[in-house]
C-alpha cells in the first residue's frame, strides 16, 4: 500500500516537473535526499526515481524552456567544472585494482554537480531558495522524523543503522544534524503558527534521531550547535535552560553502551575505532604521496589490492602511531583523506577551495546586507546565516567522517552563491522581493524602488 501510494503521489509531481526545470530541481533534490527506494518494497523498491527525475529536469532545459536559466562563471560554477574534469580524469588513471569499483561513484559524483550547478543557474529568487530549502528538509527530515521516533517509542532501543542509500549512522546524523540551521531558519521566518509548530517538531525529532544514531561526530556537532545556539541567542539564559532540559531529558533514554561510547572520546588514541580512522587517513595520504596529482580513484583504499600494498609506506608516517593495523580494507573516515586518497592533491585543492568560496559567500552576503539597511532583504540575511552554519558543521563534523560524495553538501554551496547572486543584483537594481498569496497560490512579487 505504501509502495503504491508513494509511486502515485511521484507520478502526480512528474508532470508538473515538465513545466519548469526549477520546479524539476526541487523533485530531484527532494527525491535523491529522501531515498526512496530504500524504504519501499516491491514496485517502489525498482524505480529509479532519482534518475526519471534527473531526466524529466534536463528535458525541458534541452529543448529550450530554460525557466529564466542563467548559469554565470562564478568562483562556484567554475570550481564544480572543474572537479568534474578532474574526477575524470583521476578515475581514468586510476589504480588498476580500483578501476572498476569507482565508476559507479564517479557517475553519482558527476549527477551531485550537475544539480548543484542547476541550482546556481535556475534558483535566482527568494521563492525558489525557499522552496529549495524546504524540499532539503523534507527530503532528510523524514528520516529524521522516522528515526527519532522510533528511537522515543522503544524508550532508547532504537539503533539506526542507515540504508546503502542514505549511508551508515554516522552519515545519517551528519545529514541530519545540517538540516538543523535549516529548519530554525523555517521556523523564525514562517508566517503561520502553525507552520511554526512544525518545523519546531521536526526539529526536535531530529535532534533525537541525531542522539539516536550513536555517531560520536554527530554528537560532537550536535554539541557544538547548542553552544552556537546559546551565544548567539538574544536570550541566553532561557536558550541555556532549553539546552539543559534537552540533555537532561535524553539523558535518561541513552543507554550505558551509549555513555561509555561516547565516553571514548576523552581516550581516543587508545580507542580501536578511532585508531582504525588514523591507519584509514595514512593509507589515503601513501596513495597520495605516491600518485600526487589525481591519487588513486574513487574509494581507491576500500579496495584490498590498493590498501595492502600502501600498508608499509603508510607505517612510516608519524604523528600518531598505530600499533595494531586492521586485517582488512577501511573505509578514510574523513572527508579531507577520502579526496586526498581517491583524487589527490589536484581534487583535495579544488574541495578546500570550493567550500572556502562557500563560506565566502555567506559572508559577504551576511556584510552587504548589515551596510545595506535592507529591512526587506533580512530573510537573506537568515538564510545565509544558517546555511553557513550548516556549512561549518559539515566541515567540521565530515573531518571524522567520509562524506565527501553527498548531494546537500553541494547544494549548500550551490545555494549560497545563488543567493549571492540575488541579494547583489537586488541591491543594483533597488528590488524589493515579498511573496504573495493570491488565488492560484504563492507567487513572488518584486517591487522596483
Known amino acids: ?75 562556484t560554477v567554475l570550481i564544480m567544472v572543474a572537479m568534474a574534469v578532474a574526477s575524470l580524469v583521476s578515475q581514468l ?12 561513484l564517479y557517475q553519482k559524483f558527476v549527477k551531485i554537480l550537475l544539480l548543484a550547478l542547476l541550482v546556481t543557474a535556475l534558483m535566482r529568487d527568494r521563492l525558489r531558495l525557499h ?44 545529514d541530519v544534524l545540517l538540516i538543523l540551521p535549516m529548519l530554525h ?38 554539541a557544538l550547535l547548542a553552544v552556537a545556539y546559546v551565544l548567539t541567542s538574544r536570550r541566553k539564559v532561557a536558550g541555556l535552560l532549553l539546552v539543559a532540559a534537552i540533555a537532561a531529558g535524553g539523558s535518561q533514554l541513552v543507554s550505558t553502551s551509549y555513555v561509555d561510547r561516547l565516553d571514548t572520546l576523552k581516550s581516543a588514541d587508545s580507542d580501536d575505532s578511532f585508531l582504525g580512522r588514523v591507519a584509514a587517513w595514512k593509507v589515503s595520504t601513501a596513495v597520495a604521496l605516491e600518485h600526487p596529482l589525481f591519487g588513486g580513484g574513487f574509494h581507491a583504499i576500500q579496495n584490498g589490492d590498493v590498501w595492502f600494498p600502501h600498508v608499509p609506506a603508510a607505517e612510516q608516517l608519524g604523528v600518531i602511531d598505530v600499533p595494531d593495523w586492521p586485517t582488512y580494507p577501511k573505509a578514510a573516515h574523513s572527508i579531507y583523506f577520502e579526496i586526498l ?33 535592507r529591512g526587506d532583504l533580512r530573510w537573506a540575511t537568515q538564510m545565509a546565516g544558517a546555511l553557513q552554519v550548516s556549512l ?56 522596483v524602488g
Not at 509502495?3 to 526545470?21: E, R, T
Not at 586518497?341 to 578546500?352: A, E, S, V
Open 1 to 75: 500500500m505504501r509502495d503504491l501510494a508513494f509511486v502515485a503521489a511521484w507520478i502526480i509531481l512528474v508532470p508538473l516537473a515538465l513545466q519548469g526545470p526549477q520546479l524539476g530541481v526541487l523533485l530531484w533534490a527532494w527525491t535523491s535526499l529522501l531515498a526512496p527506494n530504500d524504504v519501499l518494497y516491491g514496485l517502489g523498491a525498482s524505480v529509479p526515481f532519482a534518475k526519471v527525475t534527473a531526466l524529466v529536469t534536463l528535458g525541458p532545459i534541452l529543448l529550450g524552456r530554460r525557466g529564466g536559466m542563467r548559469l554565470q562563471a562564478s568562483p
Open 93 to 104: 588513471t586510476a589504480l588498476p585494482a580500483n578501476t572498476d569499483n569507482g565508476w559507479d
Open 131 to 174: 522552496a529549495l530549502l524546504l524540499a532539503i528538509c523534507l527530503g532528510i527530515g523524514f528520516t529524521g522524523l522516522g528515526e527519532g521516533a522510533k528511537f522515543l517509542l522503544s524508550a532508547g532501543g532504537h539503533k539506526v543503522e542507515g540504508t546503502a542509500s542514505t549511508g551508515d549512522n554516522n552519515q545519517i546524523g551528519l
Open 185 to 222: 531558519y523555517l521556523f523564525i521566518t514562517a508566517q503561520r503558527r502553525v507552520l511554526r509548530g512544525v518545523a519546531l517538531a521536526v526539529g526536535v525529532m531530529c535532534v533525537v534521531c541525531v542522539v539516536a544514531t550513536a555517531s560520536r561526530a554527530a554528537f560532537v556537532g550536535l
Open 341 to 373: 586518497g581517491d583524487q589527490g592533491f589536484i581534487g583535495l585543492g579544488l574541495f578546500l577551495a570550493l567550500f572556502w568560496v562557500g563560506w565566502r559567500n555567506a559572508g559577504a552576503t551576511r556584510r552587504v546586507l548589515r551596510r545595506s539597511g
Open 392 to 447: 561549518v558543521l559539515f566541515l567540521i563534523v565530515g573531518g571524522s567522517l567520509s562524506a565527501a560524495y553527498y548531494d546537500i553538501d553541494y547544494l549548500i554551496v550551490a545555494m549560497l552563491a545563488a543567493l549571492r547572486e540575488l541579494v547583489e543584483r537586488s541591491l543594483r537594481e533597488g528590488e524589493t522581493t515579498a511573496f504573495a498569496v493570491t488565488g492560484r497560490g504563492v507567487r513572488e512579487a518584486v517591487v
